[in-house]
């Protein structure tokens, strides 16, 4: 959607961390940076979650591996190359790029997590990679333009970087991430790094919070429905503000991070030109809001309809059918942008015209689904399917 | 894709069926032909499949409430509106249309199956499918030029009429369909017609020989994974060649039929280019080979990469890694149109260029994905997904 890139305001940073974001020639026909190093200053709580997928990325394998931790001292993360589908040698190189940073910073490779980003099927180029990791090393430091220098260097078809602070009270927390949209070989996972200085004694609880956030943000968002093979989520507590917390207290402001950064992926989903808010209410579960909520986000025939600004209730109604929950068609209603479109099972005289041209003009749809039935509710964010999608996703053989 | 018009030959055609297909002005705006009648000389066993869309049209519900059935006469279908969402207007619609039917013809309206397919939440225009229903009775009879025209009546987005015959020994099975690809307000559903002139006295047997054949072809087949709320199967035996069969006798001319249909539907889905045929084998059950072949056949990302012609397995191997289905990651292999591009968990050299100028030269691609397990298998057909796709169902607000 917009290229604009996103500030960084000093005041979001999280104490105790410095970082730095170079190009050392993972992305080889291009000068853009490839290679971001976040390094805590001391030991940092360290948990994540990650791909659903079966086939899952060698660096994926090794990070899960080593969460939750209190031990934590630097994430290394490379675009342009997703080390997925590579066999051993995938691990081997997984693990060396963790030793080679272990020995720039001084710390065990236990402590250093590791992702990949980009390319499935190739080998990683493990001589740029330690040069990346030697420049990067030598750069670290806390300032705004590293925060944005790393922000960019773990970008892969996304338009502009996406970067988000919790602001307001409580413990502050920071996160950066990469878009979603495709995969091999031109590729792009969700990436996302969260960062909170607070202090946090319990790794195991820090986790559970973890999960249940991103289950209603990054879990909640959808380009094309695939998930990819390296998609990571990782949030570090450095501690260095000496504020200590429960790992509770963190949640609303993950929850504001990770909801804001869920929705500038999908506002720059590639090609699309809107961001769509599906929100489905009054189900008698959890379980049939998310169900209803997901089959409208992933559409093709909604996602092009919003495209076409086309207040087309009869997609939407009928991909809630399909979607497995439960509910009494009779009592459906539909709102788009706020106008009534279906009224408990019928459609309604609307100005169509009208809605159009407000759709038309806007950046953001919102679709509200009522089923109906009891109090359950969930919210779904997706853009729509543009020409500008298809094309760059296949005209590149 | 293509949009040459199927032959249809006489010695294909069930005996005890006379037909018409008429333009009426369901669809006000062209002169296409927008209603079928197919009749049967004496009474037909009837059976028939129908959507799983929880949001149903009323002549869904009508006809699903009828099959099977021993007495069938008629099935009445208009196309251009599907009767959806429109209340209890829509049920005394349906009725109304198996009342007139049943006039005209001399039977009870229990007898007369309706179906209709086109706009969603749309009163049907009533007099229109009363002007339509005498012109049809009118014109009845057993020509090919009759049976082209009822093929022509029930499409919607169409480009062709879909056909296709047994052939061979065994019981005479005729079939005809319209496609899928999209629903309201522009609209697509799947409707598929099947006869048999053979005598079959068990419907719950025929019901059960039609619903496994179902699950392996209509259900095998996507465009963009919308379910609408009209789709039918619908199978008569009228029994006037007097051959006394099995319902499982049918079972091996059905698949034939059906299958050929729905490579038909997806051929000619909406800005299609190419038919994809995906095959899973090596699974160890066969849900794991139908989530994989689905999630496959469903990704936006293999589909586009056919539209671009590019050999990409790392969007199958990824597709299959998400769909749920269980199988070790380092054991698949995938060929593209024969060549093997992965194996065991590896990529594997390959002229790249070469297969892709092949695809591009190919209006049929075939994916093979071996899991590396157990012995069980599936087949799914898809087609490509190209900007055509998306201007036929963005652009017309």
Redesign the interface.
Known sequence: MGAREREIRPEWLPRGVRVAGVHCGVKAATQARDLALFVSDGPAVAVGTFT?????AAPVVRTRALVPTDAARAVVVNSGNAN??T?EQGMKDAEAMARMTAARIGCAPEQVLVCSTGL???PLPMQAIERGIDEAARQLDDSVQSWRDAARAILTTDTTTKVAASGGEGPRVFGLAKGAG????R?ATMLAFLFTDARVRDPERLQKVLQAVVSETFNCITV??????NDTVLLLATGASEQEVDAEALSCGLLTVCTELARQIVADGEGATKLVTVCVEGADSSRDALLAARAIA????VK??I?????????I??????SG???Q?EL?SVRINGVVV?DR???VPFDRRAL?EAMRQSKEITLQVHLGGGSQRCTFWTCD???A???F?????
Chains 1, 2 share one sequence.
């Open positions: 659903t997928n079966r086939v899952v997925a589908c066999g499935i099927g190739v495709m995969i091999a070989p590729m094309d429905g695939h998930t990819s093979t992933e559409s093709l025939l092009t309809a495209y076409g600004c086309d207040p087309n209730w009869g997609r109604v009928s991909a809630a059918g399909y929950a439960s509910f068609p459906v279906y099972g019928r459609p159009s399917l543009t020409e999608y298809v094309r996703n296949a005209e590149y053989s």
